[in-house]
Nanobody, 115 residues
Framework: QVQLVESGGGLVQPGGSLRLSCAAS????????MGWYRQAPGKQRELVAT???????NYADSVKGRFTISRDNAKKTVYLQMNSLKPEDTAVFYC?????????WGQGTQVTVSS
């Protein structure tokens, strides 16, 4: 049974920073892609960033240059460092794991950017 547990969300002022973490538990095949998606109120869930097991990354245009995704394979953990946060980044952020034909989601963590 694979589980993803996110942490690190919260309230931050515009221009501030947050770091999200997502730890995976259970047996996971080493060839996988981990990532972060977000869903703002009234909007569809969208890709934020992904990273493969060998470190190849992909970012949404809206976060390039501000967010950095990284992972620690030994800890089965993915991180999202978010800098220069904007009010439009406010959303529930979800951790995602894709391995073979399977896909898993975390429960989500709220990020609110407001003064």
């Amino acid at each position: 049974q694979v589980q993803l547990v996110e942490s690190g969300g919260g309230l931050v002022q515009p221009g501030g920073s947050l770091r999200l973490s997502c730890a995976a538990s259970g047996s996971i095949f080493s060839l996988n892609t981990m990532g972060w998606y977000r869903q703002a109120p009234g909007k569809q869930r969208e890709l934020v960033a992904t990273i493969t097991n060998v470190g190849s990354t992909n970012y949404a245009d809206s976060v390039k240059g501000r967010f950095t995704i990284s992972r620690d394979n030994a800890k089965k953990t993915v991180y999202l460092q978010m800098n220069s946060l904007k009010p439009e980044d406010t959303a529930v952020f979800y951790c995602n794991l894709k391995v073979l034909k399977y896909e898993y989601w975390g429960q989500g963590t709220q990020v609110t950017v407001s003064s």
